[in-house]
């Protein structure tokens, strides 16, 4: 969990009048609402021994939930490092205060305009084996649906319509 974050969430909810308090326990029990969604992001092996210098994804799966009386937080999956397996945590990007601050609107009963991103299939390559959301059943990837808002590009619409 990201509480350091907090602060860039609070202020997307600022702009809609909505106030939510980081619920430091990361537990699903007592939340009202859960989400698993995914952010973009970097990891960086933690191994000082290991080769790889770290690497992209816009796959890094998140669980948002809500609590009673304004609470929230969120789990970021980490994902193991394809050279050495150790457990390697995202850095994240403004992607995931953006998503948080967006789902904690819409449960809250405002309503906005979706938010998009556009991702090229090439990019869209994800290691389940790698992701511990996939291992736990949380990531969009591991039940086979698309990751929400991300448009894929290069996907044969044409064949389907024939
Ligand atoms: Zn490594
Ligand atoms: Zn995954």
């Known amino acids: 969990m990201y509480p350091a974050l907090h602060d860039s969430v609070s202020r997307l909810l600022e702009e809609d009048d909505v106030s939510f308090t980081f619920f430091a326990i990361d537990e699903n029990k007592g939340s009202i609402e859960e989400y698993d969604t995914n952010i973009m992001g970097r990891f960086k092996c933690l ?89 736990h059943g949380h990531c969009r990837l591991s039940y086979g649906v698309a990751p929400l808002s991300f448009r894929i590009q290069g996907s044969n619409t044409s064949a389907e319509m024939k």
């Open 47 to 135: 191994n000082n021994v290991c080769p790889n210098a770290g690497w992209a994804s816009k796959m890094i799966a998140i669980t948002i939930r809500m609590y009673p009386e304004q609470h929230y937080n969120a789990r970021v999956y980490h994902q193991c490092c394809k050279d050495c397996g150790s457990l390697s945590q995202p850095f994240s990007d403004d992607s995931y205060a953006q998503r948080i601050a967006y789902r904690l609107k819409k449960w809250s009963g405002i309503e906005m305009d979706r938010p998009s991103f556009t991702v090229r299939t090439s990019e869209h390559r994800h290691e389940s084996a790698l992701c511990e959301g996939c291992k």
